[in-house]
């Protein structure tokens, strides 16, 4: 009996120990199927976090292109595309989630992935200029006055002030990378053209032009110096034209790099019209109701070059194209094409037609269609009239015609064409002296031409800048 008692004890000894032997592996492989798990969640999350992303980079994309398909659209006189449009496509092509729809309803960025998303480039949101999101408490503002106030309502600027913004301060000068910028000539047509950013620095050089996106907006006072202290930008031709903009926009980023900026850009027709009130489809009109613009009176009206006439070119058995217009003006240009050139906007290029004798006016070979946007006007009428004691615009007594129209002439990165019975013309805007005007730099014969007028950069400051008075109309920066 004492042998079967320890018999049946060595057994039970052996039995726990195994069974915390079997426990220990069991903690084991639990800790193990744990971490794998954690490690496919992981897993999953980085996927879903990367597919995310790479649907934000094509949303912000679709927004980027909609923006230059902006400008497109009101070179050709159409309709933009508005923000709740694009949003609208975006949701429908499942783009944008229906939360991040509600998100944008209160905000204009919002975060896909590692991605944050800007809709603000196509306008803001209903009731505030932010472009960071509804609550314009930390904002610049433009009240009923015109006046542009900050965000606790303590500064309020004037359109046309002076701003003691320096274009040098916190730019590292050793580095002439930092100080200069080039325009070669294979994209201006004309010649290699170098600004230097030292040549322009001192008081009274920067006054303010409006607000866009909650940013105090600034204009240069004068023309921007090249590095050999002259101040006249020159482009020629086909590709002048074409680049435009984009050199424009390239220089005047130069000098958007000092201490309380964001950024640069060039000023455009916009921005002068935003100031003078003046729209081309309603002329003579200060800032014109839905009502006027429908009813008003369009420049050009009833003319071949009528803002926002589109035509039709044509070869018909002649090397004059046959034109046929919206707005019922037919006929054949007087001047010979042996080609016929045309800039198409959808892809950024030139393109040309040759003259074909296989065509006829019962069978005629179509060259393409283009759409008139071209427009001059004298600030003072908003017309083409000139009066300079009207007061239809701005007075020409004002600080802003001051500001805008000094004496001297600069480029505006606003491109446009010009039906004629003669040619079509491809202009960039510039301020004249006294008017927005145009000039040419190619036509549909292939001919090109030299312009050269200054260069005025528009920069951005910060919206969390604080100003304090500096002198009558002037401002500058509490340290």
Not at 76 to 86: C, L, N, P, S, W
Not at 129 to 145: A, I, M, N
Not at 268 to 289: L, S
């Amino acid at each position: 009996m004492n042998i079967n008692k320890k018999y049946f004890s060595n057994q039970k000894g052996i039995t726990l120990l195994a069974l915390v032997i079997t426990i220990i592996v069991l903690i084991i492989l639990a800790s193990i199927s744990l971490r794998k798990l954690n490690e496919r969640n992981g897993v999953i999350k980085q996927a879903t976090f990367a597919k995310d992303s790479a649907r934000g980079s094509e949303v912000q994309e679709t927004i980027d292109t909609e923006v230059v398909n902006n400008e497109h659209r009101e070179f050709a006189g159409k309709d933009k595309k508005t923000r709740e449009q694009v949003i609208n496509e975006l949701h429908q092509k499942r783009k944008l989630t229906d939360d991040e729809v509600e998100q944008l309803q209160e905000t204009n960025t919002i975060k896909i992935g590692g991605v944050t998303v800007d809709f603000s480039e196509l306008g803001t949101v209903s009731g505030g200029d932010s472009s960071e999101g509804g609550d314009s408490s930390d904002k610049w503002t433009q009240d009923s006055e015109g006046k542009i106030v900050s965000p606790d309502g303590k500064v309020k600027l004037q359109i046309g002030d002076y701003v003691n913004y320096n274009a040098l301060a916190g730019v590292d000068t050793t580095d002439s990378n930092n100080t200069t910028i080039k325009s070669n000539g294979t994209d201006n047509g004309y010649g290699d053209q170098t600004f230097d950013l030292t040549k322009y620095t001192g008081d009274n050089k920067w006054r303010v032009l409006g607000v866009k996106d909650g940013k105090v907006e600034l204009i240069s006072a004068n023309l921007v110096p090249l590095s050999d202290n002259s101040v006249y930008f020159y482009l020629k031709g086909r590709t002048g034209f074409q680049n435009a903009e984009t050199e424009l926009t390239k220089i005047a980023g130069l000098y958007g790099h000092g201490t309380y900026a964001t950024g640069a850009r060039s000023v455009n027709v916009n921005d002068i019209n935003k100031i003078t009130g003046y729209n081309p489809k309603a002329e003579g009109i200060k800032n014109p109701t839905a009502e006027q613009i429908t009813s008003g009176n369009k420049y050009g009206k009833n003319e071949l070059n009528e803002y926002g006439n589109e035509v039709t070119f044509s070869w018909v058995g002649s090397d004059k194209p046959k034109y046929e217009a919206t707005n019922g003006k037919t006929g054949n240009l007087s001047q010979s094409h042996n080609e016929f050139f045309w800039y198409d906007f959808n892809t950024n290029n030139w393109k040309k037609s040759t003259y074909t004798t296989n065509a006829t006016e019962t069978s005629p070979v179509e060259i393409t269609n283009l759409t008139s946007s071209y427009y001059r006007y004298f600030p003072e009428t908003l017309s083409t009239s000139y009066d300079t004691n009207a007061t239809t615009g701005i007075a020409n007594s004002s600080t802003e015609r001051k500001m805008l129209f000094i004496n001297d002439r600069y480029w505006l990165a606003s491109r446009c064409l010009s039906q004629t019975s003669y040619w079509t013309s491809y202009f960039v805007r510039y301020v004249d002296v006294g008017s927005v005007n145009v000039y040419g730099l190619v036509d549909s014969r292939g001919y090109e031409m030299t312009s050269y007028v200054g260069v005025r950069p528009v920069v951005s400051l910060s919206s969390d800048i604080q100003l304090e008075p500096n002198g009558t109309n002037a401002w500058k920066f509490k340290q």
